[in-house]
């Protein structure tokens, strides 16, 4: 193809678009299109790319020379401004401070070690464009390892502050603690305890977290690894009592942290401070047999509200879910035959032809294996021989336990004028806003274990980033519900259930949003982790024109409608 131009007598030429061709031995012209109309610059330009030549000189292209992911990176570091996370830590601005904002943003966009972490902010090896945003230049692990002792001191300091933002008096605060295992033996805070991460082989932390009856971090603390959950509740009236300076405070947590006992020696002396827990099962158990609590309660309603003389000065919740009843005694039934299935081999065994097993102590030793395994030993009566094992189902028991499935008793000390029945049992369940914020903690999103630091401090600042990481990621969740799978309609949720009982319902705007995958706007709706990985789509450019000598200059990408969303949701801009 090629661009010829034909006189045409006394008018301007005409510009055509022709082709070359054979035919019968023949070359032949035919005429593609008629380009006369066009301006000359642009027929010019047509002829330059049928001749192969570049439109643009080499000295005077455009080239690409480096690109970060940036979008994520500017929502989170754009929220932990926004809230004056940077101004808690230290309100002058210097490198030590630098570092730990950066730690914390990279625990959201990219959990990772310290010397990954350090590598992901260098100039040389960096991976978002974190480091650049905060002026990092080089950053090395052992400089991240000194932040974390510089901030370690400062956390008394901000945990006040924060309390201050989040907490006043009267308020509610949950209280959880939680376990996480190490790689390694030398660090002096891990015990072999009881871990909830399935890692009975490893020494292990547990830590304790203070929350808003919004599930808002307000405070954490790391202690050794085989410390009960009932030990750590006297820090935890220290630090509300003294450090918080909060004298009136409705404490709430399960029923393995506020005990009995940790109630008469820790809680009741001490004036304003009230607490909100539940029986644990044999103190439901006693108020059965004494005849508290009946089927008649539950009638008309899940939810009756009692009083014992065993628990003077509190209400009691009698509340009963029907749906955990019938998990309850699923669950029991599968367990009682599978420990059967186990037992009748034992027996078996004690009748065989060779190798008979015999001896009571042998015997037991595999019975006793056995019951510790399903936990259900107390429902079975066994008689053990030398030669023998006799065994059957306390059908008894079983029954009266059963009777109780589905049951469970919120006790308190708060006045109804403060917290009706309804509002308490409420506030319990409000714990599983402590729960998802351990999920997220070692899981999900910023991923606290395995934990490799030797140092105790160390562990305890690994900790406390990790915390306030939750912290700005709290917040970015509130702002973006509506484009996250989450709820964003809180009061409609509310109005779905007849009773606080009940399990926790989807609004059917947020029903409406898991089955059509699109929000009311129809963008696509997204988890936390995915929408951040859609924003680092959002690229930070070096661009440089006119080769290598020429000027340079940055660049970002134009955010899609989805992006700028999330974007104007934070108030971030790019």
């Known amino acids: 193809m090629y661009v010829a131009t034909v006189p045409n007598r006394a008018s301007p030429p005409a510009v055509l678009l022709r082709e070359s061709y054979r035919q019968g ?21 047509l002829r330059r790319v049928l001749r192969g030549e570049a439109l643009v000189p080499p000295a005077e292209a455009l080239q690409i020379e480096r690109s970060l992911p940036h979008g994520h990176v500017a929502a989170v570091l754009g929220t932990l401004h926004r809230l004056g996370l940077d101004r808690l830590v230290c309100t002058k ?20 070690s310290k010397l990954a972490t350090a590598r992901g902010l ?9 480091g650049e945003a905060l002026g990092l230049g080089s950053a090395e692990a052992e400089e991240l390892y000194a932040a974390m002792d510089w901030l370690l001191p400062r956390q008394t300091k901000m945990e006040r502050e924060l309390a201050a933002r989040h ?18 033996t030398k660090c002096p805070l ?7 991460d399935g890692k009975r082989d490893k020494l292990q932390i547990v830590y304790g977290l203070l929350c808003t009856h919004e599930g808002c971090p307000v405070a954490v603390e790391v202690f050794e690894g085989n410390t009960s959950d009932p030990k750590t509740l006297a820090n935890q009236i220290a630090k509300l009592r003294k450090r918080f300076g909060l004298h009136r405070v409705v404490l709430v947590g399960d029923r393995g942290m506020i005990t009995t006992a940790r109630i008469e020696e820790e809680l009741r ?9 539940a029986l644990r099962a044999p103190a439901i158990r006693v108020l059965a047999e004494q005849g508290a609590i009946q089927p008649s309660l539950f009638d008309e309603r899940d939810l009756a509200e009692i009083t014992s003389d065993d628990y003077p000065g509190e209400r009691l919740m009698v509340c009963r879910n029907p749906i955990l009843a019938e998990e309850r005694a699923r669950k029991r039934d599968e367990l009682l035959a599978a420990t059967e299935k186990e037992l009748e081999r034992i027996r078996t065994a004690t009748q065989r032809a060779k190798r008979r097993l015999r001896g009571q102590d042998k015997i037991g030793l595999a019975v006793g294996r056995v019951l510790n395994r399903f936990k259900v030993g107390k429902h079975f009566v066994l008689e053990i021989t030398d030669e023998a094992l006799v065994y ?23 006045e109804e004028e403060r917290l009706d029945t309804e509002a308490t049992v409420q506030a319990y369940k409000g714990l599983s806003v402590a729960e998802r914020a351990f999920r997220s903690l070692k899981t999900v999103d910023l991923k606290v274990r395995p934990i490799h630091h030797r140092l105790a401090d160390r562990v305890r600042a690994h900790v406390f980033l990790c915390m306030l990481a939750y912290y700005v990621e709290w917040h970015m969740r509130r702002a973006w519900a509506p484009l996250l799978f989450d709820d964003d ?27 059509t995958r699109r929000t009311d706007d129809d963008l696509p709706v997204h988890s936390f982790q995915t929408l951040l990985r859609d924003l680092a789509t959002v690229t930070k450019n070096r661009v440089c024109f006119g080769g290598t000598t020429g000027q340079r200059t940055t660049m970002v990408t134009s955010p899609t409608l989805l992006q700028q969303r999330a974007l104007d949701l934070m108030e971030v801009r790019l």
């Open 122 to 130: 260098d100039a040389e090896t960096a991976g978002t464009s974190l």
């Open 269 to 277: 002396p001490i004036a304003g401070l009230d607490w909100i827990t």
């Open 489 to 515: 309609d809180p009061a409609g949720a509310q109005a779905q259930r007849s009773s606080p009982v009940q399990p926790a319902q989807r609004s059917s705007k947020a029903q409406r949003k898991t089955v």
């Open 167 to 184: 907490l006043e008096e009267g308020t509610l605060v949950l209280y959880d603690v939680t376990s996480s295992y190490f790689e390694g």
């Open 25 to 45: 031995g023949k070359v032949k012209t035919r005429t593609l299109a008629n380009l006369t109309h066009w301006p000359s610059a642009k027929v010019e330009a």
């Open 392 to 414: 059957r189902r306390d059908q008894e028991k079983i029954e009266a336990e059963a009777a109780l499935d589905g049951i469970y008793v919120i006790r308190t000390s708060v």
């Open 93 to 112: 601005r210097n490198r030590d401070r630098d570092l730990v904002v950066a730690m914390i943003v990279a625990r959201i966009v990219d959990p990772q």
């Open 190 to 196: 891990g015990r072999r305890g009881y871990s909830r």
